[in-house]
C-alpha cells in the first residue's frame, strides 16, 4: 500500500470568511483570470544548528484578494537528507496539521471538499528522499491562508566543511522576505561563509555575530 503524508482539510460553508494571509519557494495560481489576485506578503525562514543537527522552519503568507476561491500551489525544494517533521496551515484562523494516510484517501477527501467550495489541502511527501514537498490549497475569497512547513537534517561533513542549503523562489516579490539562521557548536567553528542569492536581487546581511562557538545570520530580501 503506497501511502503518503497527506492532509485533508475541510470548513462548513458557513463558516465566517475573514481577510488576512504563502511562499517559498514557489507559489503558483490556477486561474489565468488577472483581477484573481493572490498575493504573498510574507516568507521567513529560520534555521538553527546545534551538533551539526539542522532545525528549519518555513513560514509563508498569502491573502487571496479576488472575489471567487483559488487553487494554489505551494513547492519547496528540500535537501535530499532531510526528513519533514511537521506541516500546518492556519487558514483564517483555524488550525489544521498534517496526518500520514492512504494517497488515494486522501485525495478523494480533498476533491470532495473543494467541489463543495470548501476550504481544504493535501499535502504529499515520498519519504526522506524526496526533493519536492508541494501542497494545494483551495482559498476562499478574501481569505488567508500561512504555511508552516518543518524540517529536519544531520548536515554531512564533505571535504572538511559543512553545508546548509537553503533554496527560496518566491514567484513574485514578497514584501518582508527573510532568513535567519543561528549555529551553535561547542567544538568550536573556523570559519563561516554565506553566500548571495543565486538570482539578481536586493539582499543585506542586517545582523552577522560570530564567536568561536556560535554563530548568528540574518538576511534581509
Given at each position: 500500500m503506497a501511502v503518503l503524508l497527506?492532509?485533508?482539510?475541510?470548513?462548513?460553508?458557513?463558516?465566517?470568511?475573514?481577510?488576512?494571509?504563502?511562499?517559498?519557494?514557489?507559489?503558483?495560481?490556477?486561474?489565468?483570470?488577472?483581477a484573481n489576485m493572490v498575493e504573498v506578503y510574507s516568507v521567513r525562514v529560520d534555521c538553527t544548528v546545534t551538533l551539526r543537527?539542522?532545525?528549519?522552519v518555513m513560514?509563508?503568507?498569502?491573502?487571496?484578494?479576488?472575489?471567487?476561491?483559488?487553487?494554489?500551489?505551494?513547492?519547496?525544494d528540500l535537501p535530499k537528507t532531510a526528513f519533514i517533521a511537521n506541516?500546518?496551515?492556519?487558514?483564517?484562523?483555524?488550525?489544521?496539521?498534517?496526518?500520514?494516510?492512504?494517497?488515494?484517501?486522501a485525495?478523494?477527501?480533498?476533491?470532495?471538499?473543494?467541489?463543495?467550495?470548501?476550504t481544504a489541502g493535501l499535502v504529499k511527501a515520498s519519504g526522506r528522499k524526496m526533493e519536492k514537498?508541494?501542497?494545494?490549497?483551495?482559498?476562499?475569497?478574501?481569505?488567508s491562508v500561512t504555511f508552516v512547513l518543518t524540517y529536519e537534517e544531520l548536515l554531512q561533513r564533505k571535504l572538511g566543511q559543512y553545508e546548509i542549503l537553503t533554496r527560496v523562489k518566491p514567484e513574485q516579490p514578497v514584501q518582508d522576505f527573510q532568513i535567519?539562521?543561528?549555529?551553535?557548536?561547542?567544538?568550536?567553528?573556523?570559519?563561516?561563509?554565506?553566500?548571495q542569492p543565486s538570482s539578481p536581487t536586493s539582499c543585506s546581511?542586517?545582523?552577522?555575530?560570530?564567536?568561536?562557538?556560535?554563530?548568528d545570520r540574518f538576511l534581509s530580501f
Amino acid at each position: 500500500m503506497a501511502v503518503l503524508l497527506s492532509l485533508a482539510i475541510s470548513r462548513s460553508a458557513s463558516c465566517h470568511e475573514t481577510k488576512e494571509a504563502m511562499g517559498p519557494r514557489s507559489i503558483k495560481k490556477r486561474s489565468t483570470n488577472p483581477a484573481n489576485m493572490v498575493e504573498v506578503y510574507s516568507v521567513r525562514v529560520d534555521c538553527t544548528v546545534t551538533l551539526r543537527f539542522a532545525h528549519t522552519v518555513m513560514t509563508s503568507k498569502a491573502l487571496n484578494r479576488a472575489d471567487s476561491s483559488q487553487e494554489i500551489v505551494f513547492e519547496v525544494d528540500l535537501p535530499k537528507t532531510a526528513f519533514i517533521a511537521n506541516f500546518s496551515m492556519e487558514i483564517d484562523g483555524q488550525m489544521y496539521v498534517g496526518d500520514v494516510k492512504e494517497k488515494d484517501k486522501a485525495k478523494k477527501q480533498y476533491e470532495k471538499a473543494v467541489s463543495s467550495g470548501q476550504t481544504a489541502g493535501l499535502v504529499k511527501a515520498s519519504g526522506r528522499k524526496m526533493e519536492k514537498f508541494s501542497v494545494s490549497v483551495n482559498i476562499a475569497a478574501n481569505s488567508s491562508v500561512t504555511f508552516v512547513l518543518t524540517y529536519e537534517e544531520l548536515l554531512q561533513r564533505k571535504l572538511g566543511q559543512y553545508e546548509i542549503l537553503t533554496r527560496v523562489k518566491p514567484e513574485q516579490p514578497v514584501q518582508d522576505f527573510q532568513i535567519v539562521t543561528n549555529i551553535y557548536e561547542p567544538q568550536g567553528i573556523a570559519f563561516v561563509e554565506t553566500l548571495q542569492p543565486s538570482s539578481p536581487t536586493s539582499c543585506s546581511l542586517v545582523k552577522k555575530a560570530v564567536t568561536d562557538t556560535k554563530v548568528d545570520r540574518f538576511l534581509s530580501f
